[in-house]
């Protein structure tokens, strides 16, 4: 009894360990869809948060209650001849270190889903072949949440997953399918890896490094050192933003994190506040009412 008691706890520690990365939450939206049956959108949540939820995407060693939390949120607007069109909200986080504070890694609208699901049709993964637009698009979004997550952690700890994504774009621009082609816009999922690899923008994962590693885990220990590190990274939007104004990096950490850089520096000392205020003005100046929170005065 006693060696049959180890070894099962031997087999739980080792489930523990190998946990799969992501603790991901699918949602779909088919209320713009009118006279079709809601069983072929339930079956096709379900079967994705399964898909997400128990396929291992690297090799990386996971505890259960270290998988990443995040959300994919489907909006589907038309369904006809087995083509779901819509759009996808994908938000992940990461825990503070020291804290109980969670902080958005990314909060990404993509504009261009649209694929082909027959009901209870089983949804495959495959790292050499693309099975369908889906699981594309499921395995990109994937690969990105754990790209971000791995480089918020370690300086290009991301590698890997930015890797991956590269395949699955290659793979899915061979077949002519919406969002993936390059140059097709400046925010389809072909420029959210060139913004992140591509030598002239990819110092934006030095900024996430800096931002969250350097800075924000650093800020309970010690406000001013850690809120210091992330004001000496924000000038790379800047360089970013020289080169390539258009870049969607620029727009994700805008959706990311212009709020909470309010809350960061709302006890910093009003020199600091103006300096992060005037990096950031120019490079989004239709966000003025947040951009503004950032000057208060500390009350």
């Known amino acids: 009894m006693k060696r049959l008691m180890c070894a099962i706890a031997a087999v739980l520690a080792l489930i523990s360990i190998s946990a799969q990365e992501l603790n991901c939450k699918v949602e779909i939206n088919s209320d713009k869809v009118a006279n079709v049956s809601k069983d072929v959108f339930n079956t096709l949540q379900e079967a994705m948060n399964d898909y997400m939820n128990s396929t291992r995407w690297g090799n990386a060693q996971f505890m259960a209650n270290e998988r990443i939390e995040c959300r994919l949120f489907f909006t589907i607007s038309e369904y006809e001849n087995d083509i779901m069109k819509g759009d996808l909200q994908i938000q992940s986080s990461r825990p503070v270190y020291n804290s109980s504070y969670t902080t958005t890694l990314i909060n990404f609208k993509d504009t261009k889903i649209e694929f082909e699901y027959v009901e209870n049709q089983p949804l495959v993964f495959s790292e050499t072949t693309m099975e369908s637009n889906l699981t594309a698009i499921l395995n990109f979004y994937a690969y990105f949440i ?32 919406k969002g993936w082609k390059a140059f097709e816009d400046t925010k389809n999922r072909s420029a959210i890896l060139s913004a992140y690899t591509e030598s002239n923008t990819s110092s934006l994962r030095e900024l996430t490094y800096n931002y969250h590693r350097q800075g924000l885990d650093q800020m309970a220990l010690s406000p001013d050192k850690g809120r210091a590190t992330i004001t000496q990274s ?11 104004p258009m870049c969607v990096g620029l727009s994700l950490f805008k959706d990311a994190k212009l709020d909470e850089l309010g809350n960061i520096y709302s006890k910093a000392n009003q020199t600091e506040k103006d300096n992060v205020y005037e990096i950031l003005y120019p490079l989004y100046p239709t966000e003025g009412t947040r951009l503004q929170k950032i000057k208060e005065e500390s009350k």
């Open 146 to 177: 754990l790209a971000m997550d791995f480089d918020s952690f370690r300086l290009n700890g991301g590698d890997y997953y930015w890797d991956r994504m590269n395949n699955v774009v290659m793979m899915a621009q061979s077949t002519g399918e």
């Open 234 to 244: 924000l000038p790379i939007l800047k360089k970013v933003y020289d080169v390539a």
